[in-house]
Structures are given as structure tokens and as C-alpha cells.
């Protein structure tokens, strides 16, 4: 009994999950050897490609179908979105390979033919469809909100192996080798080593694979000391795993490998108690406001912005400096006309940019169309006795199951399409109820909002709030005069536009 493998993965997912061509061709394998099925052929689909959805091999392996039916009994894939990410076109799929007798097995799915296992199957691949309709969400935002929970997605550094926690979330855990990272710091931390040293110091106690380049890299990754920094957010940001050395360690590092010789300890920004702290600023000194708890007359403890020059006597309550924060962002929230306006304007723009697949799809348009003319075109011959049944039939096939490629192909660039569209909902949300997503936000997504909103320097004096920059995109939605609108994507915003 022979089989053929199909594989494929996105260069995204490769990143994200791990889940490399190699390793499900390697799977694939393991699944025929053991249900005693001999690999005929295996088709791999490599990465996917900026302009089109290239499903060559889908499409090769089809053909081979076509041509060796009768040698083959079955096709063993990954798992089922790997055929086509979108339900019809994987029904239409399935519904062909079991038409011509070859059995569709998943490596990681039920793979049962009976009603339950139909239904199993079924539902996967409305599963499938239906991540593939919030795609930009699961990805992107759901890796930005993975950080600012303050998790590492990505791969593990030197000194720590990535898990999943109970949630099956990321969770940074260290491990043995951990040791070698934490003398490292303590060493450089006296100042008194060259990196050279400590490298060949670490060599001789076990640590084999230590570089100078390597111990630099480690020195700077702010990892270790359980602080995340990454270019989609301007803050630290406080990580759940455990740190293998202090920041107060990691931080002196820093400061001897830039040259410096003061060792001020930066602090970090996020004090859950006081959001705004650090952003705002006293109208008379130009400082940043501080907060902090003081204790009244009958020993209740109340909460206080204030400035932190000496002398000056700004404060202001908490609850006070926070609503009136809440008021303000709610002055900045667009109206329905605006915003219906400004989703117009993107689309447009984002449709005119995608000329180029917007002429791709023309083309696979006109294929389809072609392809069924063709198919016509034979049965007339049939009908005149030019071809006889059997080449009818072989030559249908063929033509149908090219027909079908092309088909899957404009399908999924159409949904590159829907997830724009979702992108900008998701956009329109954010943008009419920034002052409901601060004021329930975490701490770390509060000061990005601020920071976002207000990008420079924001002052507060008896109720007025004075700002030298609001973001772009805020003021452009402020100005009547949208169809002006310099359609550049507003910073902070490319994520969520162009994916
Ligand atoms: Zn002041």
C-alpha cells in the first residue's frame, strides 16, 4: 500500500510555533511506517509568498494523483488545515481524494471514517477557517498581549528552556546551565574582569559553548533579570519567569559596558498604583509627577500625584488626576461619521497598494474561467465522438483538479483580504473607546496607550490637561478635514494596518 505526503507551513507559523517542514515530514513518515504504508512521494509546500498563495505543490500533487490513482491508497498530512484554510475548499478537497478511493490520514488528528470521525474532521475544518478569520488577532495581538503579560514568546535564551505553564501558555523556566549566567553577571558586575576573562573562566568550570560574542550577548539580554523589552512597547516590561540575576546587577552591568562609571540603577515604570505617574507633568517646573500614599489626620492613607521638585507645591489626588485623564481621552474619541470616513480612506488606500494582487487575482479569475470553458469545450467533443469516454473522463479530471488549485489559491488571497478588514475593525474599536480600554487596562497597557496617545510632553493644571503633540492619527481624526489626510499609517499602528 502506497501513500504520498503533503506538507506545509507559513514562514510566520515556523517562527511562532516550531512546528518546522522538517519536523512534520518527519511525523508524516512515522505515521506510514507504523500503519505499515510505503511512501510513494512527498510534496512540500515552502513558505508562503508575499504576492500570492502558492499552492504548487497542492497542485503537483493532484496532478500525480491523477496520472498514479490506482497505485496509491491514501494521502498523509499533518494535520487538516494543512489542505486549505478555508471550510468549502476543504470539503471540496476531501470530498475529491474520497471520490477516487484515497484515504486522507492526519498525523495529529482523529483520523476515524466513522460518523463521529467524519464530523471530527468537519469541525476542524470550520476550526480552521474560523482561526484563519482572526488571524491578525491570534498572531500579532495575541502575541502582544502575551508580552505584556509579561511572557516570552519566543525562543529561550542560554539558561532557560521555554514550557508551557497550566494556562499552556509560555513560561521561561531556567535550567541547570543557569549557573554559568549568574557567575557571569557577578563577575562582570565587580568590574574587574575582562570579558575575555570571564569567558575563558566559564570555559574552564563546564560552560563549553561560551564566545566572547556569546558572553556579550548574555550580558546584555534583559531576560535575566526578568525584564522584557521589545520594540512594539517603549516600556520594560515586568516578566512572569523567574530571573537568574537581579536588575540591580544587570543594570550596573549595562552601565560598565557602556563606560560608565555612576551606577544608577534606572527604575522601572510600572507601579500598578499610579498609571500616570512619570507621564503627566507640573505646569510649573516641567517635571515629571510622582505618586505616592500620605497619611491623613485620622490615619487614612490617601493617594497623590505630585511634583517631585523640591519647593513645589503641585499634588493633586489620584482619583481627581484620573478621571479627569478618563475625560479627556474620551474627548479624543471619534465620532460614527469620522470613523466610517477614515475606514473608507484605508481600505482604499491599503486596496490601492494591492494592486498588484488585486491583478493576481484578475488572473487567477480569468484561469478559472478558462478552465471551465475547457471542460465545456470537451464535452462538446465527446458529444461529436471527437474523444472517446475514457479520454473524456482522464482529461476532465486533469482540468478539474487544476480548476480546484486555483480556486483554493483566490480563496486565500481573498481572506488576506477579510483580515484587513478585521484588522480595522479591531482599529475603529480601539480608536472610539480608548478611554474604557485605559481605564481597564493593565498597568503596562495603560502606559502604552498614554504614551501612544500622547506622545510628547502632557502637562495638567487645575482641571485642563495641555499636550505639545497628540498622536497623529487622533488629530487627523479631530480635523474635519479628513479627505486631506495624509495617509501615512500612524505610528503605532503599522502592526495592526499591514499585517
Ligand atoms: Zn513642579
Redesign the pocket.
Known amino acids: 500500500m502506497k501513500t504520498l505526503i503533503y506538507c506545509r507551513v507559513s514562514t510566520k507559523e515556523q517562527a511562532e510555533q516550531g512546528y518546522s517542514l522538517e519536523g512534520q515530514e518527519k511525523d508524516c513518515r512515522k505515521f506510514a511506517f507504523d500503519n505499515g504504508y510505503e511512501v510513494d512521494k512527498v510534496f512540500i509546500e515552502r513558505g508562503e509568498s508575499a504576492k500570492t498563495q502558492n499552492r504548487t505543490e497542492l497542485q503537483n500533487l493532484l496532478r500525480y494523483v491523477v496520472k498514479n490513482r490506482k497505485d496509491i491508497s491514501c494521502l498523509i498530512i499533518w494535520k487538516y488545515d494543512r489542505l486549505a484554510r478555508n471550510l468549502s475548499d476543504h470539503t471540496e478537497l476531501v470530498n475529491y481524494f474520497s471520490s477516487i478511493n484515497i484515504r486522507i490520514f492526519s498525523v495529529t488528528e482523529n483520523n476515524e471514517d466513522s460518523p463521529i470521525g467524519k464530523l471530527t474532521r468537519n469541525m476542524i475544518g470550520t476550526f480552521a477557517q474560523f482561526e484563519n478569520d482572526v488571524k491578525s488577532e491570534r498572531t500579532t495581538n495575541g502575541m502582544k498581549q502575551a508580552v505584556q503579560q509579561g511572557r516570552w514568546c519566543w525562543r529561550a535564551p542560554i539558561g532557560y528552556k521555554q514550557t508551557k505553564d497550566s494556562l499552556n501558555k509560555s513560561l521561561l523556566v531556567p535550567i541547570e546551565e543557569s549557573r554559568f549566567i549568574e557567575e557571569a553577571f557577578t563577575m562582570a558586575e565587580t568590574g574587574m574582569y575582562k570579558q575575555t576573562e570571564i569567558s575563558e573562566h566559564l570555559r574552564k568550570k563546564g560552560f563549553k559553548k561560551i564566545t566572547k560574542n556569546l558572553l556579550n550577548r548574555i550580558l546584555r539580554n534583559y531576560l535575566y533579570a526578568g525584564i522584557i523589552k521589545v520594540d512594539w512597547f517603549p516600556d520594560y516590561i515586568q516578566a512572569i519567569h523567574k530571573p537568574i540575576i537581579a536588575k540591580d546587577t544587570f543594570f550596573k552591568v549595562q552601565l560598565l559596558l557602556d563606560g560608565k562609571k555612576t551606577s544608577i540603577t534606572p527604575k522601572l515604570r510600572n507601579h500598578s498604583d499610579f498609571p500616570l505617574r512619570n507621564f503627566i507633568r ?1 505646569p ?4 515629571k509627577l510622582t505618586g505616592g500614599w500620605s497619611t491623613g489626620r485620622k490615619k487614612v492613607k490617601y493617594a497623590y500625584y505630585h ?3 523640591k519647593g ?1 507645591s ?1 499634588s493633586v489626588k489620584k482619583n481627581e488626576l484620573e478621571s479627569e485623564f478618563f475625560k479627556y481621552l474620551s474627548s479624543f474619541q471619534p465620532n460614527k461619521e469620522i470613523l466610517e470616513l477614515f475606514e473608507e480612506i484605508v481600505l482604499n488606500l491599503w486596496k490601492s497598494k494591492q494592486s498588484e494582487r488585486i491583478k493576481e487575482q484578475l488572473r487567477l479569475e480569468k484561469e478559472i474561467k478558462e478552465f471551465k470553458e475547457k471542460e465545456d469545450k470537451i464535452f462538446d467533443y465527446l458529444l461529436k465522438g471527437t474523444v472517446d469516454a475514457e479520454t473524456y473522463k482522464q482529461k476532465t479530471e486533469e482540468i478539474r483538479s487544476d480548476s480546484m488549485i486555483k480556486k483554493i489559491e483566490l480563496n486565500e488571497m481573498k481572506i488576506e483580504l477579510d483580515d484587513i478588514e478585521a484588522c480595522l475593525n479591531y482599529c475603529k474599536f480601539f480608536l472610539s473607546n480608548v478611554a474604557n480600554l485605559w481605564a481597564n487596562a493593565d498597568i503596562n497597557l495603560r502606559q502604552r496607550f498614554q504614551s501612544l496617545i500622547f506622545p510628547d510632553k502632557i502637562y495638567y493644571e487645575a482641571g485642563t490637561f495641555r499636550t505639545t503633540a497628540t498622536a497623529l492619527i487622533f488629530k487627523q481624526l479631530q480635523s474635519k478635514s479628513l479627505h486631506e489626510l495624509d495617509l501615512v499609517v500612524p505610528r503605532g499602528f503599522e502592526p495592526l494596518l499591514l499585517e
Open positions: 507640573c510649573k517646573c516641567g517635571q511634583c517631585r521638585t513645589c503641585l
